[in-house]
């Protein structure tokens, strides 16, 4: 079997358990720490350890094993856990994070860094144990005392002076929970004569007739075998003081190594098989709920159900053609084929999901590491984690709300002395959240701090020559931060100042299908929405016809649609219209227009208009007639021809012929809705 077939599984895995490593770590009251949290971040490293060992990669084994150490003193209440301590385990998750990547990329880690991340562990492990509360006064520390150098014979063997056995087992770097458990499980085997303990180490004669692959393969059931040497010898009852940490095995000692590699399987099969004996008595375990399936595999299925919805919906355009009455069970059967298919379509869909707290999990330790940096006082908070985005678009939306946070904290949020002279809470609050509207998701980030300036905008505006108009409204004006070169931040910092960004933030998103609105109150407080489809796959779209030419508008897009007359039409240039809707004026589009399609209405007050919502504007757009409204499978056009402006992508109607979904945000901006009126008297 080739091991390194299983590399990808392991890299996924680590790179898990290092997410909740980092969450539980910023969680962790150093005053308070719970016991909870630390045991599940020892879970976490020691996990990581034991892969890394298994696929011998020996850099991150040394580096998750100077981390555990550190941390099972920690949740046995050995070391008292300090801020410090947090910080280095934090830098740790970072190095470890950094060493997956070289695997994954099939090289060797950094060795300088390697070396780095392992002396500053070596040295905090060196500073507790010269001080194991790490610094913090006894009447702060909540540590207990350390395991003292004792010599513990038997009740039977007190009065005398030495005591024989068959052998010792003696373990090293152990914590006492673990001493424990041990000590119970090697007196499974046999008759303790007797014993000595001292910080992370413990030492017992056995007398036992089971082999010593016996004894390794027990203590392997809660220790490493490297941790487990065995020999023979006797041994005399010494005072404390005379005790100290044991030295290297002597001569005729098993190694741990050796004694490892000699665990027969049948007997580890056999002790697993206990195991298991005394689990059931306790209960059944709780099965995993979860498998993992390659993205590839889930795309291929996809694109099989994106075909069947397409097949199915060819058969119904056939089957509308047929009697009813000669042919119902035919239609019937197509009817439950539509239902079954549209639920299968949705079953799929919802394998690809996963959930915002993916992206939320990143930004604890963005806002507290910048914020800290800026010399900030941040609270972050987050809603609706649990929301779900295709797992396509989530991997992409990363890198836009990393952008955005970080303006919110280095622009938005004030410096505390400057909150409390405004009268408000010297720490910010920044906010992320997210929710299902409709078939959309939408994405927050808010902070309270000190807003836009409005005036400062529009003076970079004008010294950047941006075409300004005079009665622009504000959310005009705060989308000019999205312009190329943009920044009124006063200085360059390594955090922001150099105008890039917030351009690309919005072109990316846009290039997910969604939209960016800004809502912002000066001392108030700035909200930046994204709005985004649920998934790029298969969407909901209405069919509307021009000319011979059918067309798909996204169906989140709509709003209504109307027929116009010609007393709500106005003119307000020699090309440029608007509709008259309900006491809102509304640019008129015309799609015709837009891709010079022959034979399309020209009269708008015999066209159909379709009242759209793109980018926070509403607007017009004129088509000949509306077909009807269904769901269409989305074919990526520029990756199968080329990219044409109006056009998000493509899809294949019923009858087989390729249709055109309308990229509603430019035909809104473009200048597409210039054309002649022809309007009957």
């Not at 908070?381 to 295709?390: F, K, V, Y």
């Not at 108009?469 to 009124?488: C, H, K, R, Y």
């Not at 649609?561 to 008259?580: E, Y």
Request: proline share 4%; glycine share 8%; aromatic share 4%.
């Amino acid at each position: 079997m080739d091991i390194s077939d299983f590399y990808q599984t392991f890299f996924e895995e680590a790179v898990e358990l290092l997410t909740d490593m980092e969450r539980l770590l910023l969680e962790l009251d150093p005053g308070n720490p719970s016991d909870e949290d630390l045991n599940a971040i020892f879970r976490a490293a020691h996990s990581i350890k034991g892969g890394a060992a298994t696929f011998g990669f020996t850099p991150l084994t040394e580096t998750t094993h100077l981390a555990e150490n550190l941390l099972d003193r920690a949740r046995h209440h050995e070391i008292t856990i300090t801020q410090k301590m947090i910080e280095v385990l934090l830098r740790t998750k970072d190095a470890l994070q950094e060493q997956i990547d070289s695997y994954a990329a099939s090289q060797e880690p950094d060795a300088a860094s390697v070396a780095e991340i392992c002396g500053v562990l070596r040295q905090l492990a060196q500073d507790y144990l010269s001080d194991p509360s790490g610094g913090v006064s006894s009447a702060q520390s909540n540590a207990s005392t350390p395991m003292a150098d004792t010599v513990v014979p038997l009740a039977e063997e007190a009065g005398s002076a030495d005591f024989d056995a068959a052998l010792y087992v003696m373990l090293s770097d152990i914590g006492e929970g673990d001493a424990t458990l041990l000590r119970d499980e090697l007196g499974n085997l046999g008759t303790i004569k007797g014993e000595q303990a001292g910080p992370r180490w413990l030492k017992i004669w056995l007398d036992t007739t089971c082999s010593t692959d016996d004894i390794v393969a027990v203590c392997c059931f809660v220790i490493d075998a490297a941790q487990v040497s065995i020999g023979s010898g006797r041994a005399r009852t010494l005072a404390v003081a005379e005790v100290s940490a044991p030295a290297l095995p002597a001569t005729g000692e098993v190694t741990p190594t050796a004694t490892a590699a000699a665990v027969p399987d049948s007997r580890a099969k056999q002790i697993k098989a206990e195991k298991a004996e005394k689990s059931d008595a306790r209960g059944p375990a709780k099965e995993n709920g979860t498998i993992r399936v390659d993205v590839d595999k889930v795309d291929q299925i996809i694109n099989l159900v994106g075909e069947l919805v397409i097949t199915q919906a060819m058969l119904a355009q056939n089957a509308a053609a047929l009697d009813p009455v000669a042919h119902e069970r035919l239609l019937n059967g197509m009817s439950l084929l539509e239902r079954n298919a549209r639920d299968l379509q949705e079953s799929v869909m919802s394998i690809r999901m996963m959930q915002m707290e993916y992206v939320f999990s990143r930004f604890p330790r963005v806002v507290r590491d910048l914020s800290a940096k800026l010399g900030k006082q941040v609270r972050l908070d987050t809603e609706g984690a649990a929301t779900e985005l295709d797992k396509s678009l989530i991997e992409r939306i990363v890198d836009p709300l990393t952008h955005l946070v970080r303006n919110s904290l280095d622009h938005g949020i004030e410096q505390p002395e400057v909150r409390q002279a405004a009268g408000k809470d010297p720490v910010g609050r920044l906010l992320l959240s997210a929710q299902h509207q409709g078939g959309n998701i939408v994405i927050e980030v808010s902070d309270d701090g000190a807003g836009l300036n409005r005036e400062r905008i529009l003076a970079k505006a004008r010294s950047q020559n941006l075409p300004l108009s005079d009665n622009m409204s504000d959310e005009a004006v705060w989308q000019l931060i999205f312009a190329p070169g943009f920044s009124t931040a006063e200085q360059i910092t390594d955090v922001s100042g150099r105008g890039v960004g917030m351009d690309v933030v919005k072109r990316n998103i846009q290039q997910m299908g969604g939209h960016v609105e800004i809502l912002s109150r000066g001392g108030r407080g700035t909200t930046i929405r994204i709005i985004l489809p649920l998934t790029l796959a298969i969407l909901d779209g209405m069919s509307v016809k021009v000319g011979e030419e059918v067309y798909i508008l996204p169906l989140n897009y709509v709003i209504e649609s109307l027929q116009p007359s010609a007393a709500d039409i106005r003119s307000i240039a020699a090309d440029d219209h608007v509709l008259h809707v309900r006491g809102e004026y509304l640019p008129l589009k015309a799609l015709h227009s837009a891709f010079g399609i022959e034979g399309a209405r020209q009269d708008p007050t015999r066209s159909i208009a379709v009242i759209l919502k793109g980018e926070g504007k509403r607007y017009a757009l004129l088509v000949d007639q509306l077909v009807g409204q269904h769901q269409v499978v989305v074919k990526n056009l520029e990756t199968n021809y080329r990219k044409v402006p109006g056009i998000s992508a493509a899809t294949i109607l019923g009858d087989g012929s390729v249709a055109l979904i309308i990229d509603v945000a430019a035909i809104q901006k473009g200048n597409s809705g210039r054309f002649s009126l022809q309007i009957a008297a």
